[in-house]
């Protein structure tokens, strides 16, 4: 059997996220389907997280483990071909036995683009969230840095009672190691680089940080939501089509 590390990216927005679902379009799913074409082998692909449903990937990480001699090359080539065109292998690596997408990830980088422009161009409208009412750019840079540190990221994860059950007690506990937006010209981009990122957790940030933006909350108010520890402190959960998987580290 061969270990391997795949690198791949995927326009999530016609899929129901990552993980495999029965009767849905899932990025694991179409993989293990095009794996089993190539190989003949039937096997799950672990990803180093659960992408939601319309959300994208630039550097997704997935791990399984094969007995098929195909180099990885040929197996790059190969895999592409069957994929549908939203989902392409960028990379294929054999590592060691126990290297696992997900347990053996440091850090991992997302990026939330936001459209703010008149008029949302129709090529970009599934990638990016169209927001084009005023908003103070001081203020949200401000409260970006109020979440970097080790804290208990309780008030911005949505909850997921099949995590929690398979999980057992829930750590919340998260470290971010940066967090910031950056203004182009015509999108904000808030780029969060953190040893991991719980359920909705980007989402529901930016969703606060953009009430920050229309003056409804200050940026000191981030501190006192994160020591809430409740859901119902923070802001909405923001569109899953403007977020993006950037990196996965190891």
Known sequence: MRNLKIVLAYDGFDFRGWQVQPDQPTIQGTLAECIERVTGEKVLPQGSGRTDAGVHALAQVTSCAIASPIPVNNLV???NDVLPAAIRILEIQEVAPDFHA???ATAKTYRYRIFRGDICPPFLARY???HPFPLSEDALFLA???VVGKHDFTSFASVDPERAAK???????RTIF???WHLGEEELVYTVRGSGFLHHMVRNLVGTF???G???LSPNDITRILKACSRSAAGPTAPAHGLFLVKVEY
């Open 167 to 173: 999980d057992g007690e829930v750590n919340n506990v």
């Open 178 to 180: 940066s967090s910031a």
């Open 144 to 146: 970006s840095d109020r």
């Open 102 to 104: 997900r347990a053996s």
């Open 77 to 79: 080539k190969a895999l």
């Open 210 to 212: 953009l009430l920050v």
């Open 128 to 130: 990016v969230y169209h």
């Open 214 to 216: 229309k003056g409804t």
